[in-house]
């Protein structure tokens, strides 16, 4: 079924009606994909999937049961609350849990794309055919995604709030190799719009990454200047960075912004002065949506409505950092309540505000580094201090006297954002990367620990 806002009112209103415990919450989402997978320069895959996912939380008393659903049979609804009912009476209390949330007033968040929701296989095949063209043309070897998707959320519960919302994403991208194996290149995008994959550009920028990159030579790790692009940039400001910026890490003492005696850096110059960093759910390159997802200490979940405190609550626009200075960090609804502070939920749509130059202006102002593709395999060292450990995958190349001069073999790291963020030289301009808009950066000190075989 396609849902629309009348459908999913009326739907979680006939779940709230079977609801027995003092409250219940409703959360509806429906995604519809689309996509196309190639490796070894031939399509693999291509398919559609539509799931349907129905969360029913029950709670009461400081307990709480969740039943997940997929059938839209009143009886099997019906069944479901009387389930999540069940799970709620035999769970031990949760000193933690807050009353649910009163009707909200969510903002407008446009992020519905026709042309994204209409995707399909005869829509990938032109940017399947770039990346398979470019790979033979060159005698690389080529593998890669290309998919659309669109989902329409809602959540509901017994005390009157609803919200609904549409939202489409598109991605693509591309992995080459050369033939003897020692060369790889990656490129890929993605946006709320099927027409901003540009996959002729994005398949010739991993084909000239894959030729460059082959046959590297060695250097010894060590603190290397670095120019990071986007993606790379994307991928160390993930998972681990934010959830070390909640206020409640930070007021027991467990965040990079804690210290001793129990104050912390809010309001302190912590980072480089052209870092500029915020939540906009309202860009319109990285719309989000219009509520937050669920969270637990102030990071953001993806665990659906319910359960985190600050779930349900309207997205906003924050800036957590201002030209280097702390100026916020989020707040759950139960960390506020206990210590008599503004809930503040941590939005998504993560923007860092860039400069006005190009990755090439980057290297051009370089006397002595490394340019990185992006990094794989990243796992938190210390979780309070942020520090991180991964690979640079994809193509790394040396830098001297402003000009890239040839490929290098890839390197395990050990360092923290927070010290990158620290370290910030310059930076370009600003566009999507993954989950996030980012800038390209270069930066000082950046430690490189051990060779990988990693190509």
Not at 286 to 291: E, F, I, K, Q, S
Request: hydrophobic share 35%; with cysteine.
């Amino acid at each position: 079924m396609s849902w629309t806002k009348q459908d999913a009112k009326k739907l979680s209103d006939q779940i709230l009606s079977f609801s027995k415990a003092p409250e219940c919450e409703v959360a509806l989402a429906e995604t519809s994909l689309t996509h196309t997978r190639f490796a070894a320069n031939e399509i693999t895959t291509s398919g559609s999937t539509r799931d349907l996912s129905i969360s029913i939380t029950s709670r009461g008393e400081g307990k709480s049961g969740r039943v997940r659903a997929n059938d839209l049979d009143p009886e099997s609804l019906r069944k479901a609350v009387d389930l999540s009912e069940e799970l709620m009476r035999s769970a031990t209390p949760d000193p933690e849990s807050v009353e649910g949330l009163g009707p909200q007033s969510y903002p407008e968040i446009h992020s519905f794309h026709q042309a994204t929701a209409r995707a399909g296989a005869l829509e990938h095949r032109p940017a399947v055919k770039a990346a398979l063209d470019e790979a033979r043309a060159r005698k690389l070897t080529a593998s890669g995604f290309s998919e659309a998707s669109l989902t329409t959320s809602a959540i509901a519960n017994k005390k009157g709030n609803f919200g609904f919302h549409e939202g489409t994403k598109a991605s693509y991208s591309t992995t080459m190799r050369t033939a003897d194996g020692t060369g790889s290149g990656w490129a890929g995008f993605e946006s709320p719009r099927f027409g901003d994959l540009k996959a002729t550009d994005l398949a010739a920028r991993a084909a000239r990454k894959a030729l460059a990159s082959a046959s590297p030579k060695e250097l010894p790790p060590g603190a290397y200047t670095v120019i990071l692009e986007p993606r790379a940039v994307a991928d160390l400001l993930g998972t681990f960075f934010f959830s070390s910026m909640s206020r409640r890490q930070v007021d027991e003492g467990r965040s990079f912004l804690s210290k001793p005696g129990g104050e912390n850096r809010i309001g302190e110059t912590v980072f480089a002065p052209s870092v500029t960093l915020r939540s906009d759910p309202f860009d319109p390159r990285l719309a989000g949506r219009p509520w937050v997802e669920g969270s637990r200490g102030g990071f953001l979940g993806f665990g659906g409505f319910g359960g985190g405190g600050d779930a349900g609550l309207p997205s906003r626009k924050t800036t957590w950092v201002e030209k280097g200075v702390v100026k916020a960090v989020p707040v759950d609804r139960y960390w506020a309540a206990k210590n008599k502070l503004d809930a503040l939920p941590f939005s998504g749509s993560v923007v860092l505000e860039g400069g006005a130059g190009t990755v090439d202006e980057l290297i051009a102002g370089t006397e002595r580094g490394l340019l990185v593709t992006h990094f794989f395999y990243i796992r938190s060292v210390n979780p309070q201090t942020v520090q991180l450990t991964g690979l640079t995958r994809d193509g790394l190349w040396l830098v001297e006297k402003g000009k890239v001069v040839g490929p290098v073999q890839n390197f395990r790291f050990n360092d923290s954002p927070v010290n990158v963020l620290k370290n910030v030289e310059a930076m370009s301009a600003s566009g999507p990367a993954g989950s996030m808009i980012a800038p390209a950066i270069r930066v000082r000190d950046f430690k490189f620990t051990s060779k990988s075989d990693a190509v």
